[in-house]
């Protein structure tokens, strides 16, 4: 009887095993508000499956679901982790997204830079001024267009693409954190004004840089804004064309 008892003992252990990995294994899946499963926060994007949240790239080529970002609440301009905004899958654009992280004229309390909060995005009408193919270069894991030409004539236009090209290569941005993100993005976008100098003579001035969210691009207002893709995330920066500037002040 003392050796049944054992085995009924050690069976029942070996059950609750079985069962314990199973419930770990369902506990990644949830069942969101439109009735199907998807992949719970803090655990690891899935092809296919949909996070409850936002997949989100955390550096280091890793991307998780998320909790999204409330419209109104401070975000990081690291993709859009915005509520009814940011992608539910890597690499799967949102469509019709309602919100994206923009930047505000506050500085924020917690990072001590320009502050960034979820705020309502518009419908952009596709900029057709040039063909893309005539501003896009593109390489490896590096590539950069001219999202907007704005008042870049189409020769400027052709510089700005390759000398985003040229600097983001050279100067990867770094999204170990924020503060790394705002310095290695600083030294990218003064790499390509920097080129501007050299062969114009002068260099527009740079009025926003950051995360491409995907648009919409004409809610920045007037400029020419350039894409840049690379491994660590999608880019963008903003340059006013009508303001001349030099290294030693405007012009």
């Known amino acids: 009887m003392a050796w049944l008892a054992m085995i009924l003992v050690a069976l029942s252990c070996q059950s609750s095993l079985v069962q314990g990995g199973a419930a770990e294994f369902l506990g990644r899946y949830l069942v969101g508000e439109d009735g199907q499963q998807c992949v719970r926060d803090g655990k690891t994007c899935e092809d296919g499956i949909d996070c409850c949240g936002v997949c989100a790239y955390i550096g280091a080529s890793t991307w998780t679901c998320l909790a999204c970002t409330a419209v109104g609440d401070e975000c990081i301009p690291m993709g859009n982790r ?7 899958q890597k690499d799967v654009l949102l469509q019709d997204a309602r919100h994206s992280c923009q930047s505000t004229d506050d500085i924020s309390k917690k990072y001590g830079v320009t502050k960034y909060t979820c705020q309502a995005a518009t419908v952009a009408p596709p900029d057709v001024s040039r ?121």
């Open 131 to 251: 063909p893309t193919s005539q501003l896009l270069a593109s390489s490896g894991s590096v590539s950069s267009s001219v999202l907007i030409q704005g008042d870049a004539t189409l020769d400027q236009a052709a510089d700005l693409r390759n000398f985003a090209y040229e600097c983001f290569s050279q100067n990867p941005v770094d999204t170990s954190n924020v503060g790394q993100l705002q310095a290695s993005m600083g030294k990218a976008t003064g790499c390509v004004l920097s080129q501007c100098e050299d062969k114009w003579g002068w260099h527009p001035f740079l009025s926003r840089s950051g995360s491409n969210t995907g648009g919409p691009y004409d809610s920045y207002g007037r400029g020419t804004i350039v894409g840049v893709d690379t491994p660590s995330g999608r880019w963008l920066f903003q340059l006013d064309m009508t303001r001349h500037e030099k290294a030693s002040g405007s012009s």
């Open 82 to 88: 915005c509520c009814d905004g940011g992608n539910k």
